[in-house]
């Protein structure tokens, strides 16, 4: 697999924030952490790792723009490419000591995705993908999954955290979703839920209230790995509408008919 200089430079601001995250989670009872709003925190953890990806980038690109979950946005020079970056993508996973998160970067020209890395710092795994050279696992080769019933798949999701998003809509999807799919899983983190059903792991996945930042990667892993990635009501716009569904192509599309079935009149 041949990956492109600049995919190289995203690589390796991921490795460098990946390396200061494992530092800072082996000592997240010491780190600084505030709350941005309810059930939604942030720390130290987060800003160093952000600084660190925003450093490297603009290092290599400097005419690039820069987004960035924790920072003010860089407005970049060039007129056409901008970095969208998740530092730590499952900051919530990271404070209590769960090993699933991600340091997630995407890589926009004109308006479109066409480089991603996620990076799991926890377990190692690199996922890339740039625009027609497919997404890898590290060095493999990623696929979609091939289930096509709802029957059988295993669907991932995320539930809106106090403070965000509209809590009775979402049970009413997830009340839906759960009466046909073999299962659900909710492991907190957009950008491994997506890299997830790149390489097969889930069969698909919807999150409604979601940032560019949280999904732009991911997003082009699944579309170079075969799969569909929409915003929940069909559209093609997720990063603008915050919110996705997605899976092979048969997965993604019942799954947004079900997320849309209408209430039953009691
Ligand atoms: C969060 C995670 C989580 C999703 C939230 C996101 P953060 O990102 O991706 O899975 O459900 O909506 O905000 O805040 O940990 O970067
Ligand atoms: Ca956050
Ligand atoms: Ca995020
Ligand atoms: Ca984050």
Known sequence: MA???LLNVMVQAAFKAGKSLARDFGEVQNL????KGPG??????????ERIIREELLKARPTY????EEGEEIKGTDGAHRWIVDPLDGTTN?????????VSIGLERQGEIVGAVVFNPATDELYTAEKGGGAF????RLRVGARKNLSDAVIATGTPHLGRGNHGKYLIELRHVMGEVAGIRRFGSASLDLAYV???RYDGYWERDLAAWDIAAGILLIREAGGWATDVDGGSKPLEDGSVVCGNEYIAKALREVIHRPVPAK
């Open 3 to 5: 990956r492109s200089a």
């Open 32 to 35: 600084q952490v505030s709350l």
């Open 40 to 49: 939604d925190y942030v720390s130290q953890a987060d800003r160093k790792a």
């Open 65 to 68: 723009g820069f987004l960035g």
């Open 94 to 102: 990271f404070l209590h000591g769960i090993p699933h998160f991600a």
């Open 137 to 140: 696992l590290n060095d493999r």
């Open 198 to 200: 790149a390489a097969g």
